[in-house]
């Protein structure tokens, strides 16, 4: 199986799998820099980060067709009910999967400020900074109206940053959970099988099209639908 994914892949992957559980996502959000005269290279400033995805889940949200209700990933909304859940996604294809470096330094707010204040749920200053400092120290931040996670999807935890309280989603468990949950319960609704539509992403397709195959045992779909994901989002040489 190959070590490194390619990251465009990983992070597009990412952004489905975000939609199929309800989560409106704005992409590859740049932290803008030009206030900062020192980063200024060739008549461009460098930004000081830029985040993969940034997604919101409504409140109320659930999706239904007919009699059932679409199922998703417990790990991603557990506890989201009636409160706005908001993901910071870093999707990470390689072996190194720490945090990217403006979230390993919680002496420099200024970026995360930067996201929070864009989110728009907090109007004060007050309010921005102490939610950005949570993330910060937390990589999380909950109250009655909403949470903020960090969350970064990879082929595996770094112990370290797991252990201080960064949310990491394998994606292996993903992948899994798409063939053994989210495609098997339409069959299980006797619906039919689960819905493949053009316009979603390569990837997605392929697992949902592993996941139709009934006459495969359900572990036996998820390891070829996995091996499928590590083809097709495979780093080129």
Not at 27 to 34: C, G, L, M, P, R
Not at 140 to 154: A, L, M, N, T
Not at 182 to 192: D, L, P, T
Request: charged content about 25%; proline content about 5%.
């Amino acid at each position: 199986m190959p070590e490194q994914l390619d990251s465009a892949k990983v992070e597009e992957f990412v952004r489905w799998f975000l939609r199929l559980n309800g989560y409106f996502g704005i992409e590859s959000f740049i932290v803008h820099a030009a206030d900062d005269p020192t980063r200024i290279s060739n008549g461009m400033i460098a930004p000081h980060t830029e985040t993969d995805t940034i997604a919101v889940r409504m409140p109320y949200s659930k999706e239904i067709a007919g009699s059932l209700k679409i199922a998703n990933y417990p790990r991603l909304i557990a506890n989201s009910d009636q409160r706005f859940d908001v993901v910071i996604a870093e999707a990470k294809g390689g072996d190194d999967t720490r945090p990217n470096p403006v979230w390993r330094d919680c002496r420099v707010d200024y970026p995360v400020k930067y996201i929070v204040r864009f989110i728009g749920l907090y109007e004060s200053e007050a309010e921005v900074t102490a939610v950005a400092k949570s993330l910060l120290t937390k990589y999380c931040y909950e109250d009655e109206k909403c949470r903020f996670r960090y969350i970064v999807f990879s082929k595996e935890a770094n112990p370290h940053y797991a252990s201080r309280g960064v949310t990491y989603l394998d994606l292996r468990d993903i992948v899994n959970f798409l063939v053994e949950v989210r495609g098997q319960c339409w069959i299980e609704e006797n619906i039919g099988v689960a819905s493949i539509h053009h316009q979603w992403n390569p990837l997605v397709r392929e697992i949902f099209a592993v996941a139709n195959n009934q006459s495969v045992p359900g572990p036996q779909r998820s390891e070829r639908a996995y091996k499928r994901f590590l083809e097709l989002a495979a780093k080129a040489a």
